[in-house]
C-alpha cells in the first residue's frame, strides 16, 4: 500500500494556487488554501508566482516542464465543477468527495457552507489532507474524512460506517480518479454510487479519453503529459469513449446529464479574459443522474 500521499494531489493544489495568484479580473476561482498543500519545490514555485513582475514566469516555467494542457485543464475543470458543485448544493442534503486529495471547496465554496461533506481519499493522501487544514486552523465541522483505498477497500461499506444517510439525494464529486484505477475499480464504484445517490442523487466525475491511452486518437500534449504521471508513479490506467460515455454509465444505472471537454470548457472563459490558455480536448468532466 503506498505510504506518501499523492504527487498528482500537490501539483494539482500547485495549478490552483498559480490561479488564484492572478488579478482578480483574470482569474477563473480563489483558492486561498491552495499554496499550503504544497512543499519543496512546488511551494518555491507557488510562493514564486506572487511575486510582483516575474510572478507569471512561474506558471510559465511549470507549463514547459509540463507541457501546454495539464494546468489550463486543471484550472478550467475546478472552476467547472466549483460552479456545478454551487449550483446542485442547494437541491442536494450532502455531499461525497471521491479521491479528494488536497481539494478545499468544503471549505472555500459559500453554497457548501452547513451541507455535510464526506471527503473519501487514500489513508496517506488523506492524513496529509487534514495536517494541513488543522495547521491552516480550518472547521472540519461539517466534513467526515472516510480513508477507502478504491482498490481493496468496499466504498460503499466504509461510507455507511462513517454516517452516510442513506436514501437522501446526494452529490459525488469524483474529479481526477477514474484515469488512475482498473476497470473494475471504476466500475465498482459506480455501482456503489448508483445505492448510494439517492433519489435525485447527481454524479460529476472527470475522465480521460480512451483514445490517449492506446494511441488510436491523437493529442498534440498527450505524451509529455502522459510520460510525466508515469513519472510521478501515477500512471494512467483508465479511459472512455466520449461517444460511448452516454451508454457506458446507462448499463450502470445513470443518466448522462452532460459531457465536455477541459478544451470546450476553458474556452467560456479564457478568451473573454484575454487568456490565451487552452484546456485539453483529452479530459472531459461529464454530470450523470441517477436513472
Not at 197 to 223: C, H, N
Not at 236 to 261: A, E, I, K, Q
Request: a neutral charge.
Amino acid at each position: 500500500m503506498r505510504q506518501e500521499p499523492s504527487y498528482t494531489a500537490a501539483t494539482m493544489a500547485l495549478q490552483r494556487a498559480f490561479e488564484s495568484d492572478r488579478p482578480s479580473g483574470s482569474r477563473l476561482f480563489c483558492d486561498p488554501y491552495a499554496e499550503a498543500f504544497t512543499s519543496g519545490p512546488l511551494r518555491f514555485l507557488a510562493r514564486a508566482s506572487r511575486l510582483p513582475l516575474v510572478g507569471p514566469l512561474a506558471p510559465r516555467l511549470f507549463d514547459l516542464i509540463g507541457g501546454p494542457g495539464p494546468r489550463p485543464s486543471a484550472v478550467a475543470r475546478t472552476r467547472l465543477i466549483d460552479d456545478i458543485a454551487s449550483e446542485g448544493a442547494p437541491t442536494v442534503s450532502q455531499v461525497v468527495i471521491l479521491g479528494a486529495g488536497f481539494d478545499t471547496r468544503a471549505h472555500r465554496l459559500p453554497a457548501l457552507a452547513g451541507v455535510p461533506v464526506f471527503e473519501v481519499d487514500h489513508p496517506a493522501t488523506q492524513a496529509a489532507k487534514r495536517s494541513v487544514v488543522e495547521s491552516l486552523g480550518l472547521s472540519s465541522a461539517m466534513v467526515t474524512y472516510v480513508a477507502v483505498d478504491f482498490e481493496r477497500q468496499s466504498l460503499e461499506q466504509q461510507l455507511r460506517a462513517a454516517g452516510l444517510r442513506t436514501g437522501m439525494s446526494t452529490l459525488f464529486i469524483w474529479e481526477g480518479v477514474t484515469n488512475y484505477l482498473s476497470d473494475s475499480a471504476v466500475d465498482e464504484t459506480l455501482l456503489s454510487i448508483g445505492r448510494l445517490a439517492g433519489p435525485g442523487g447527481v454524479l460529476v466525475f472527470t475522465y480521460v479519453d480512451a483514445g490517449v491511452l492506446d494511441g488510436s486518437v491523437s493529442f498534440s500534449e498527450a505524451r509529455r503529459w502522459l510520460a510525466n504521471v508515469r513519472r510521478a508513479g501515477e500512471p494512467w490506467t483508465f479511459g472512455l469513449v466520449p461517444s460511448n460515455v452516454g451508454g457506458f454509465l446507462g448499463d450502470r444505472g445513470f443518466v448522462l446529464v452532460s459531457d465536455v471537454s477541459t478544451k470546450q470548457a476553458g474556452e467560456r472563459w479564457f478568451a473573454a479574459m484575454g487568456r490565451r490558455e487552452h484546456g485539453s480536448a483529452l479530459y472531459h468532466v461529464a454530470v450523470a443522474r441517477t436513472a
